[in-house]
């Protein structure tokens, strides 16, 4: 036989035994050739195809794709093409022959695959069943079934023992290889070290830290230097965090975080920095009935009390998030404490704003104003920051006024004129009436004495009745001596004109009415002189509107 034909001989032969059927117990690599829906059928390099039922993979079938390479053992050939592998008892006998090797300690791979009594079954490498104690699950714990068994985790053996016949004793646990990763990182890391994390939970006391081999706490306490903080909304799980290692506990696998350190103490040189008497802005951070807390920085909160808060103008009203100045009048920083005026501040701007009165305003100036305070025979307004001016009662309209309520109302802005600077005694005189043509001008021109008019009763005092010239819209003098029946608030009568008294030179703007006839005049003044009192031609009636509204500023004082 030549040399070429025994070599074709040999390579048939050795082809042919490579195609030959293994036997039950053989291991062979199987190629996927198909997943069907119960088992996957595989290229085992021999005259036959292979069959690997569902219950004897490794893997849910659903991660198999044509084209993986698998290692299996022969289990059965029915003699008729049919050969039947198991991936699985292929595994377990490899995981069992690590396991003899390694015994206790050695880490493994596996899968949850239920909750039985008093733990879990865990699946090693998808071929051997182990035991897994809840005591030795605390981070699987509070995983929902669903979760539990949608990941593979690492195991470390406790207990290793072979009992024959597949009834293997083996037990795992979660935590103790934790705990060993746990001490491994809690020793490479250092006190006043930065480190990062996600946030896993928020809880009341404070934020837990996800950063790998374990987690952190990060206590409500060093979240901010501000005393009060929501951390509902500072945080949300999944935010990456930033914080500094403040203690670990390597024994008890344990962790504390501060956000806070990473910036400096705010009250450190607070002293320094807000010397007492300055003055500084804040923002109003919450509002009590006994004053205003104030928050220069973060972590730095004050108290304005309210003896601090000025009390004369009705219109400021403070409002949260406002951004305010304040005078420094305390500061304790072992208690943290700091108290702070705004009255203070007030005063100083007042002190500044008169020394420069005159050169801003001048008598005879027409200013806006706004009505800060009503006072009984006036009202106060403030035409600057600092700078409060009076309008008497007098001076708020051209017709009576019985109280300023009447004529003006609180906060509202309005014209006015300046009568008087008093730098000296920080007094400014106002009026309102006079931004506003005077009635009198007109007036004076056409009422004579003897006039007839009508006179509505607007206010009837001891002296008299102050009335409204319907005709003219402007106030009167009624004396008592001319009262008639029905003379009372809101009636109308018909009278005239006794005497009119206009010098704007001197502010005398008068005006007397009568509502009796000539004759019944004399009839009562003969009555009253046979009395031996004053009558009305005895002595002139000279009260007037204006010694009314004065013997009424001084009742009110």
Same mark, same amino acid.
């Given at each position: ?53 569902? #219950? ?20 059965? %050939? ?8 198991? !991936? ?33 079954? &865990? ?16 981070? =699987? ?25 597949? /009834?293997? %004793? ?6 103790? =290889?934790?705990?060993? !990763? ?29 950063? #790998? ?6 206590? /409500? ?11 509902? %909304?500072m945080f949300h799980v999944g935010d990456e965090v930033e914080a500094l290692i403040i203690s670990k506990d390597v024994p008890n696998g344990k962790m504390s975080l501060s956000l806070k350190r990473m910036k400096p103490d705010p009250w450190e040189n607070i002293e320094e920095r807000y010397p007492v008497g300055s003055v500084v802005k804040a923002t109003i951070s919450g509002k009590a009935s006994f004053g205003l807390f104030v928050k220069l920085e973060d972590g730095i909160k004050g108290l304005v009390h309210s003896t601090e808060i000025p009390s004369d103008d009705h219109c400021k009203e403070f409002k949260e998030g406002e951004e305010i100045e304040v005078e420094v009048l305390k500061i304790d920083p072992e208690e943290r404490k700091i108290s702070f005026s705004i009255k203070k501040v007030k005063e100083r701007l007042e002190e500044e704003a008169w020394k420069t009165v005159e050169e801003k305003y001048h008598v005879g100036d027409v200013v806006e104003a706004e009505v800060v305070k009503f006072l009984r025979n006036?009202?106060? =307004? ?18 009576? &006024? ?24 920080? /007094? ?13 001008? !007109? ?24 009335? /409204? ?45 009568? =509502? ?42």
């Amino acid at each position: 036989m030549e040399n070429g034909e025994k070599n074709e001989e040999m390579e048939k032969f050795l082809q042919e035994e490579e195609l030959a059927t293994p036997s039950v117990g053989e291991v062979r690599k199987c190629k996927v050739i198909q997943v069907d829906k119960d088992k996957i059928i595989v290229d085992v390099s021999a005259k036959t195809e292979g069959f690997i039922n569902e #219950g004897y993979l490794t893997k849910d079938i659903s991660e198999y794709k044509p084209g993986d390479v698998i290692e299996a053992v022969v289990t059965k %050939n029915d003699g008729e093409s049919k050969l039947y592998l198991s !991936e699985k008892r292929y595994a377990s006998k490899k995981i069992l022959d690590e396991l003899r090797k390694g015994g206790k300690g050695t880490i493994v791979k596996g899968k949850i695959s239920r909750k039985v009594r008093g733990g879990y079954s &865990v699946e090693i490498g998808g071929a051997l069943s182990a035991f897994l104690p809840g005591s030795q699950a605390s981070s =699987l714990n509070s995983l929902s079934p669903s979760d539990l068994t949608k990941n593979e985790y690492e195991f470390e053996v406790i207990t290793f023992e072979e009992r024959g016949r597949g /009834r293997n %004793n083996i037990v795992v646990s979660r935590d103790s =290889l934790l705990n060993k !990763e746990k001490e491994e990182f809690l020793n490479s890391v250092q006190e006043n070290e930065k480190i990062k994390g996600k946030v896993a939970e928020i809880t009341n006391f404070g934020v837990f830290i996800d950063i #790998g081999p374990m987690t952190a706490l990060l206590p /409500r306490s060093e979240v901010s230097w501000e005393k009060s903080v929501n951390l509902k %909304n500072m945080f949300h799980v999944g935010d990456e965090v930033e914080a500094l290692i403040i203690s670990k506990d390597v024994p008890n696998g344990k962790m504390s975080l501060s956000l806070k350190r990473m910036k400096p103490d705010p009250w450190e040189n607070i002293e320094e920095r807000y010397p007492v008497g300055s003055v500084v802005k804040a923002t109003i951070s919450g509002k009590a009935s006994f004053g205003l807390f104030v928050k220069l920085e973060d972590g730095i909160k004050g108290l304005v009390h309210s003896t601090e808060i000025p009390s004369d103008d009705h219109c400021k009203e403070f409002k949260e998030g406002e951004e305010i100045e304040v005078e420094v009048l305390k500061i304790d920083p072992e208690e943290r404490k700091i108290s702070f005026s705004i009255k203070k501040v007030k005063e100083r701007l007042e002190e500044e704003a008169w020394k420069t009165v005159e050169e801003k305003y001048h008598v005879g100036d027409v200013v806006e104003a706004e009505v800060v305070k009503f006072l009984r025979n006036g009202v106060l =307004l403030k035409i600057d920051e600092g700078i409060t001016g009076f309008s008497h009662i007098s001076e708020l309209s051209w017709h009576f &006024v019985k109280k300023p309520s009447e004529v003006l109302k609180m906060c509202e802005k309005t014209k006015v004129k300046i009568l008087s600077i008093e730098p000296e005694s920080k /007094r400014i005189r106002l009026s309102v009436k006079r931004t506003t043509p005077d009635p009198w001008e !007109e007036l004076i021109k056409e009422v004579k004495p003897g006039m007839p008019v009508q006179c509505e009763i607007i206010s009837v005092k001891n002296s008299g009745a102050i009335v /409204r010239i319907v005709e003219y819209n402007v106030e009167g003098f009624l004396p008592k001596s001319q009262f008639v029946e029905g003379v009372e608030e809101g009636k109308i009568l018909n009278g005239k004109i006794h005497k009119v008294t206009y010098n704007p030179e001197l502010d005398e703007r008068d005006m007397v009415v009568t =509502l009796k006839d000539r004759e019944t005049v004399k009839e009562e003044a003969l009555d009253e002189k046979e009395k031996g009192e004053d009558y009305l031609n005895s002595k002139p009636m000279t009260t007037t509107i204006e010694d009314m509204v004065k013997e009424k500023s001084e009742e009110q004082q």
